[in-house]
C-alpha cells in the first residue's frame, strides 16, 4: 500500500481577500495550499514545485489568466498541470471556447459554492497523485526488469563457463579414454571396437552440442574481442545450421562498447534471427551496424520473408501484445535510453534499434 502523499494546489489572485477564502475552503483537503499574488509569482511558484492544480483568477493585472495559462501550457513540463479558472463576471460561451483551448480543465463562476470547488479540486488533486504513484511504480518495475535481465545475463555466463571447463573437460576425458580402449578392443573383439567407434562419434556429436549450447548461452568472444567479432561468428554459426543466408554490415570504427551495450544488442541480434528462422519464411537475413552525425548507434535486422500478420502489428504498435522477445528486446533498449522500431509487411521485416552513442562506448 502506497502512502497518501500531499499534493501541492496552487492559488492564483490579486486579491489577497480571494486568496484567503480559497485556502478556508480547500483546507479540507489535507493539501499543500501555495498563494500567488500575480500570475509572474505563479510562474515562479510553477518553476520551482511541482504543481498539481492550478486555480487562478481570470482577470488580474499585468497577466492575466488566460496569457498564464498559455505561458503554462508551453512548458513541457506543465502539460499535464490541471488549471481551473475562477471569474466573477459571467464569461461567454467564446469566453470558455478560449479559456478550454488554453488548457483549461475546468471554470467556476463566482458566487463559489465551496463544496463545488472542493469537489473539483479534488478530483484532479487525486488524478494527478494517482499518476504520479503510478509513474513512480512504473519506474521500479522498469529497474526490477533491468536487474532480472542483468542476473538472466549472469546466469547465462556461468552455465556458459560451467559448460565449457566442466562438462566440455569431462567429455574430452571421455574421448580419450575411448580412443584408448578402442586401441585394445580391435585385436580382441570387432564388435566391441564397431560400438567403441560408435561412441566416439557420439561424443563428438555431444561435444558439439554442448558447444553450441555454451556459445548461445553466452559467447566467449563477447567477453574477449567484442562484439563485432561474436556477431560474425554467430550469424555465420546461424547460417550454417538454418540455411538462411546472413549478410552483416558492421562498421570497423565502432570499437569496444560497454559490456552491458555490447549483450544487449548481441541478445536483439539472436531473438530477431531466431525469429527470422521461425517465423518469416525468408532465405536471407541481414544485420548492420553503424555509428551516425547525430552520436546514434544503429542496430538494424532485416528479412526478406512473409512478415509480421496485420492484427499481430496493430497489437504491437499499441504495446498490448507482442510477444516474450520483442518484449524483452523493447526493454533492453529502453533501459539503454534507446528506441526500438518494428516495420513490416508482405515483403519482409526491418527491427531497428538506436543507441545514444555516449553511453554505448566503453567508459561512456
Request: proline letters at 4%.
Amino acid at each position: 500500500m502506497i502512502d497518501r502523499q500531499k499534493i501541492n494546489i496552487l492559488m492564483v489572485d490579486d486579491q489577497p481577500a480571494k486568496l484567503l477564502s480559497y485556502e478556508v475552503i480547500l483546507k479540507e483537503l489535507d493539501e499543500n495550499l501555495i498563494k500567488a499574488h500575480s500570475g509572474r509569482e505563479a510562474l515562479d511558484h510553477l518553476l520551482k514545485t511541482d504543481i498539481a492544480v492550478v486555480l487562478m483568477d481570470v482577470s488580474m493585472p499585468e497577466l492575466d489568466g488566460f496569457e498564464l495559462a498559455d505561458m503554462i501550457r508551453q512548458h513541457p513540463r506543465f502539460q499535464r498541470t490541471a488549471i481551473i479558472f475562477i471569474s466573477a463576471v459571467h464569461l461567454t460561451d467564446l469566453d470558455q471556447l478560449k479559456a478550454y483551448q488554453r488548457g483549461a480543465v475546468d471554470y467556476i463562476s463566482v458566487p463559489i459554492v465551496p463544496e463545488l470547488l472542493r469537489a473539483k479540486v479534488s478530483v484532479f488533486a487525486d488524478l494527478h497523485r494517482k499518476t504520479r504513484q503510478m509513474e513512480m511504480l512504473n519506474g521500479e518495475l522498469r529497474s526490477l526488469s533491468a536487474r532480472l535481465m542483468t542476473t538472466q545475463d549472469e546466469e547465462r555466463r556461468r552455465i556458459a563457463r560451467d559448460l565449457h571447463d566442466s562438462v566440455g573437460q569431462v567429455v574430452a576425458a571421455l574421448s580419450m579414454n575411448d580412443a584408448l580402449a578402442l586401441l585394445e578392443a580391435e585385436n580382441l573383439s570387432p564388435a566391441a571396437g564397431d560400438a567403441l567407434r560408435q561412441n566416439i562419434g557420439l561424443i563428438q556429436q555431444l561435444s558439439n552440442e554442448i558447444r553450441t549450447i555454451s556459445h548461445l548461452l553466452h559467447p566467449p568472444f563477447l567477453d574477449e574481442i567484442g562484439l563485432l567479432p561474436a556477431i560474425q561468428m554467430f550469424a555465420g554459426g546461424f547460417a550454417e545450421r538454418s540455411k538462411i543466408e546472413v549478410a552483416v554490415e558492421l562498421a570497423p570504427e565502432i570499437g569496444r562498447l560497454a559490456p552491458n551495450v555490447e549483450i544487449s544488442i548481441f541478445r536483439i541480434v539472436q531473438e530477431c534471427l531466431t525469429n527470422v528462422y521461425r517465423h518469416s519464411g525468408s532465405k536471407t537475413a541481414r544485420i548492420k551496424i553503424w555509428p551516425s552525425d547525430e552520436k546514434i548507434l544503429t542496430l538494424q535486422v532485416t528479412d526478406q520473408g512473409k512478415g509480421i500478420p496485420s492484427e499481430r502489428r496493430i497489437s504491437m504498435s499499441r504495446g498490448t501484445s507482442h510477444g516474450v522477445g520483442v518484449s524483452g528486446m523493447r526493454e533492453r533498449v529502453r533501459e539503454l535510453g534507446g528506441t526500438l522500431e518494428i516495420e513490416s509487411n508482405g515483403n519482409g521485416t526491418t527491427v531497428t534499434a538506436a543507441f545514444p552513442l555516449a553511453s554505448a562506448v566503453a567508459g561512456g
